[in-house]
Nanobody, 125 residues
Framework: QVQLVESGGGLVQAGGSLRLSCAAS????????MGWFRQAPGKEREIVAA????????YYANSVSGRFTISRDNVKNTVYLQMNSLKPEDTAIYYC??????????????????WGQGTQVTVSS
C-alpha cells in the first residue's frame, strides 16, 4: 500500500512561485511513474505533469508547459512540482498520484492506482 503525502501548497500572488512536494512511503517508489493532477471547483480533474520512474521522461499539460517543472528524487522517495509564473487559473487542489510498478507515464487519471490527499493552491490576482 503506497501512501502519498503532498505539501507546499498555499496562497500566492499572480506571478509568484510555489514548490509542491509529494513524499511516498513505499520502497518501490523508484519503479513507479508519478503524476501531478489538479481539480478546481466545478471542474474535472486534469493532468498537470507526469514523470517516468527514471526521471528521464516527462509530460506537461499545454496550460503549464514552460512554467511548471516536475522532478523526482528516488533516494528521498519524493516527487516535486516547481510552479513559476502562477496565474489565477492555476488555483485548484493539487494531487500527486502513482502508477503501478514499471508502468510508463500517463496523462489519464484512471491509470493511476494511488493518490495523495491533495494540497490547496490559491493564486490571487
Amino acid at each position: 500500500q503506497v501512501q502519498l503525502v503532498e505539501s507546499g501548497g498555499g496562497l500566492v500572488q499572480a506571478g509568484g512561485s510555489l514548490r509542491l512536494s509529494c513524499a511516498a512511503s513505499e520502497r518501490t517508489f523508484s519503479r513507479k511513474s508519478m503524476g501531478w493532477f489538479r481539480q478546481a471547483p466545478g471542474k474535472e480533474r486534469e493532468i498537470v505533469a507526469a514523470i517516468s520512474w527514471s526521471g528521464h521522461g516527462t509530460y506537461y499539460a499545454n496550460s503549464v508547459s514552460g512554467r511548471f517543472t516536475i522532478s523526482r528524487d528516488n533516494v528521498k522517495n519524493t516527487v516535486y512540482l516547481q510552479m513559476n509564473s502562477l496565474k489565477p487559473e492555476d488555483t485548484a487542489i493539487y494531487y500527486c498520484a502513482a502508477r503501478p510498478i514499471d508502468s510508463p507515464i500517463s496523462a489519464w487519471y484512471m491509470e493511476y492506482d494511488y493518490w495523495g490527499q491533495g494540497t490547496q493552491v490559491t493564486v490571487s490576482s
